[in-house]
């Protein structure tokens, strides 16, 4: 799955990732981009999914049309997801196609 990490999301998320093709939106060269635009920008660059930390954008975007799926983190801080990539990456994995989740702090 080609996976997208918004600007505040912890590159070290990506090891949560194994087996995925992982990028980031600085990497991508969209760090300055908006919401909406970096959306449409991930989804035709060919994007799965978008993993977030940003708690307001499924009330800022209309994510019903969205192709990508998104995951919600609750967090940004490295070493709390660090204790949690096994929860990470088994919710990757079953997400679809176009699926809004938000992952709640365990």
Request: glycine fraction near 6%; proline fraction near 5%; include cysteine.
């Amino acid at each position: 799955m080609k996976v997208l990490l918004d600007v505040c999301t912890p590159v070290q998320v990506r090891q949560a990732l194994p087996g995925h093709a992982v990028l980031t939106a600085a990497k991508m060269g969209w760090g300055e981009l908006g919401n909406g635009d970096l959306l449409r920008a991930a989804e035709a660059a060919g994007f799965e999914l978008f993993v977030i930390c940003d708690k307001n954008l499924r009330y800022q975007q209309n994510l019903a049309t969205r192709r990508i799926a998104i995951l919600e983190l609750w967090t940004n801080h490295r070493p709390t997801l660090e204790k949690h990539f096994a929860l990470i990456h088994t919710t990757v994995d079953a997400m679809q196609p176009g699926e809004f989740r938000a992952l709640a702090e365990p």
